[in-house]
């Protein structure tokens, strides 16, 4: 799972939160490059 901010691509996100569902997960997370605070959402992959 790659983790990366959609704004910068920078690597270096800080996730503040992750919301587990059935079939995906949704994570806030902050960017330490870009101080862009955002959600992503996260399909699990078979």
Request: net charge negative.
């Amino acid at each position: 799972m790659s983790k990366k901010c959609y704004g910068c691509d920078s690597t270096n996100i800080y996730i503040e939160e992750e919301v587990f569902e059935e079939d995906y997960i949704i994570q806030l997370y902050i960017c330490d490059n870009c101080e862009v605070s955002g959600t992503r959402l996260e399909y699990y992959t078979d």
